[in-house]
């Protein structure tokens, strides 16, 4: 399977839990994305790396969320403390990078927080 | 926050009818994408048209752009069942982020 795959596809924590979740681009994107999703709304930016560069975080994201490149290949997204609010699907994608790129998403992961 | 606002947020049609959405935007941009989102799964890209551009066709998918407007519309011709999904709007602005409207509903019935 040549796309983009996240692990895992379903995570149901407790609050206050830390949770991971990661990500697996497209072998030769350079960018790499992380959106969340609620019911009925669209993605959210969350963040994005070109290469191993976090090149920009969402002001919407608290401190508990952190996410990483290393090496510039798969991405991890890390929140600690889990709250309810938390509770969404958690989106990642990648591109050729550029002005140019569509994306290509993963089928997402969803998180539960109970 | 959100770049684009789709509308309608719900479309009902039947199939053969043709569906219409528009998307609105608010800051300048690189280029324009449409995707589509079936129930629980990724998106999938549809269609891009770059800000020089004003009409675009894909198969069934017609997509205009109108900057000074700040507008965009998607035009699905002939729609099947299987075109039932989510339909987003995302602009590209600096540095190739992304940001999603909120989404077009759209259900075809047989």
């Known amino acids: 399977d040549t796309g983009v795959s996240q692990n895992p596809r379903h995570k149901i924590t407790k609050r206050g839990q830390n949770v991971t979740f990661r990500c697996d681009p497209i072998s030769e994107h350079n960018r790499l994305y992380w959106y969340r999703q609620t019911l009925g709304q669209g993605p959210e930016f969350l963040t994005y790396f070109q290469n191993e560069a976090q090149l920009e975080k969402s002001r919407l994201l608290s401190d508990r969320f952190s996410a990483e490149r290393p090496k510039g290949s798969f991405s991890t997204l890390e929140i600690q403390r889990t709250e309810q609010g938390d509770s969404a699907m958690y989106l990642c994608?990648?591109?050729?990078?550029?002005?140019?790129?569509?994306?290509?998403f993963g089928e997402g992961s969803r998180l539960t927080v109970l | 926050s959100q770049q684009g606002e789709e509308d309608p947020q719900a479309l009902s049609i039947q199939e053969g009818e043709n569906a219409t959405m528009n998307c609105s935007y608010k800051t300048s941009i690189n280029n324009l994408q449409w995707y589509r989102q079936n129930s629980g799964r990724g998106l999938v890209h549809l269609i891009l048209i770059r800000s020089n551009e004003r009409e675009k066709h894909s198969g069934r998918l017609r997509v205009t752009l109108d900057t000074s407007k700040k507008s965009s519309s998607l035009l699905i011709t002939a729609s099947r069942a299987a075109d039932t999904a989510s339909y987003f709007c995302?602009?590209?602005?600096?540095?190739?982020?992304?940001?999603f409207g909120a989404g077009t509903q759209v259900v075809v019935t047989p």
């Open positions: 995302a602009t590209e602005g600096s540095w190739g982020k992304l940001q």
């Open positions: 994608a990648s591109s050729l990078g550029g002005f140019t790129g569509e994306l290509f």
